[in-house]
């Protein structure tokens, strides 16, 4: 259950990053509003951007 979980929150911030880059967000931009969504550290959020 966990592992599905994990799949679909991947996913969310997947499709979230690719929503803000197609807006035009900056990557800086992108970077912060995952952190404060998702509470997810710097480095991961990087991640996400790759």
Same mark, same amino acid.
């Given at each position: 259950?966990?592992?599905?979980?994990?799949? !679909?929150? +991947?996913? !969310?911030?997947?499709?979230? +990053?690719?929503?803000?880059?197609?807006?035009?967000?900056?990557?800086? *931009?992108? &970077? +912060?509003?995952?952190?404060?969504?998702?509470? &997810?550290?710097? *480095?991961?959020?990087?991640?996400? &951007?790759?």
């Amino acid at each position: 259950m966990e592992k599905g979980m994990e799949k !679909g929150m +991947v996913k !969310g911030i997947k499709g979230t +990053v690719d929503i803000l880059k197609n807006l035009g967000f900056p990557a800086q *931009e992108i &970077l +912060v509003q995952i952190q404060s969504q998702y509470g &997810l550290s710097q *480095e991961a959020s990087r991640q996400y &951007l790759k």
